[in-house]
């Protein structure tokens, strides 16, 4: 039975809490070693956080799965000394402290892989490790408001809000995984030299802003908060059910929209040309506004349990007994 792909990889995770752990947690289980390196008194404080289990919180089973963990004060010459030891035959150290912590510690990059030329080091902070801001703390939070996600997010006549979870931080961990990846592949192929992989959690939650800054830039638009759906894409909602219930509803092309409107009896819907594809920006929105207002309508007078309608592989539609698929199956071709 082969191994895991990345089972012969050495990681040591300096890391606390979030994005430092969670790029560790990823490396881990596609094989990596990790060992973790924890404070002593206490260890990470993520052991603590929120929904606790035999005196462990369950986060933490989920974030430091796959690991071993190393208590060593990196404060005192003794635990700068064990992470040295064992930097020198790492693959990676992955690190979220301030910018300069590792430095002060004698444990920066550039003292690390002077004895470890390969060394790849994952350094993942607020704002990164140059520019105006990296000194400042940067919780993911503030990376998910100034990076533009919070903004978009939200209904319009409210204030903007946040996800229930921690996705600026995983954002960034997740980068962070890729260039680490990345960096691995340039050492193997152009003579063992490792390097900094450096991620502002600021920057990985921009990255995926996908064409808000084009379009301010060429048409002077700017992406604003519509509560449960997508801008310009109909109908992709979240629809109130006969019985008080929600479904969440994706039908994001033409074609799939045909499909769907004949999958629940309204053939008519799909061969609407009021309801079908545009060119022109104005008569896009009018449209898309007219196809969620239908879908809506629809979605109002079946019950939740009546199903859904998923697209198969080969385009026809199947009905399935989830009541959270991508559409409600129609009893009647009212609506």
Same mark, same amino acid.
């Given at each position: 039975?082969?191994? *895991? ?6 990681? #040591?995770?300096?890391? !606390?809490? #979030? ?7 990823? @490396? ?7 060992? *973790? ?17 035999? +005196?462990? &919180?369950?986060?933490?089973?989920? !974030?430091?799965?796959?690991? *071993? ?7 005192? %010459? ?15 150290? #992955? ?6 912590? =590792? ?18 080091? =994952? ?5 990164? !490790? ?23 997010? +939200? ?7 946040? @996800?229930?979870?921690? #996705? ?86 033409? &074609? ?18 009021? =309801?079908? +594809? ?41 009905? /399935?007994?989830?009541? /959270? ?6 009893? &009647? %071709?009212? +609506?």
């Amino acid at each position: 039975m082969p191994g *895991k792909p990345l089972q012969d990889l050495a990681v #040591i995770e300096l890391g !606390q809490l #979030i994005a430092g752990p969670f790029a560790g947690k990823m @490396l881990a289980e596609f094989g990596a070693e990790v060992i *973790k390196i924890e404070p002593p008194q206490g260890g990470d404080p993520l052991r603590n956080w929120r929904k606790v289990h035999d +005196g462990t &919180s369950l986060w933490w089973y989920v !974030q430091a799965r796959n690991k *071993k963990s190393v208590t060593a004060d990196l404060r005192m %010459p003794e635990g700068q000394e064990i992470v040295r030891r064992l930097a020198r035959d790492a693959d990676v150290v #992955i690190e979220n402290f301030r910018p300069g912590t =590792l430095e002060r510690w004698g444990l920066g990059y550039e003292q690390l892989a002077a004895v470890n030329r390969g060394l790849i080091m =994952l350094r993942l902070s607020g704002f990164g !490790q140059s520019g105006p801001y990296r000194d400042l703390p940067g919780f993911g939070a503030i990376a998910e408001s100034m990076g533009g996600m919070r903004y978009v997010t +939200g209904f319009p006549d409210r204030p903007p809000v946040r @996800l229930n979870l921690s #996705i600026g931080d995983s954002l960034a961990a997740l980068h962070g995984v890729i260039g680490v990846l990345t960096a691995l592949h340039h050492r193997d192929a152009n003579g063992g030299a490792g390097q900094v992989v450096d991620v502002g959690l600021y920057e990985a939650v921009f990255n995926m802003m996908e064409s808000t800054l084009p379009e301010y830039d060429m048409y002077g638009v700017v992406r604003e908060r519509t509560g449960s759906n997508l801008t310009g894409i109909v109908p992709s909602n979240t629809y109130l059910t006969r019985d008080d219930k929600h479904v969440v509803i994706g039908a994001n092309a033409d &074609s799939i929209f045909k499909r769907l409107m004949s999958a629940i009896g309204r053939d008519d819907l799909a061969a609407d040309p009021g =309801l079908a +594809g545009q060119r022109r920006a104005g008569e896009a929105r009018r449209r898309a506004r007219r196809r969620d207002r239908r879908m809506g309508r629809i979605s109002r007078r079946r019950p939740r349990a009546e199903g859904a309608c998923e697209s198969t592989g080969s385009g026809a539609a199947r009905s /399935t007994a989830s009541p /959270t698929s991508c559409a409600i199956r129609s009893t &009647s %071709p009212a +609506g």
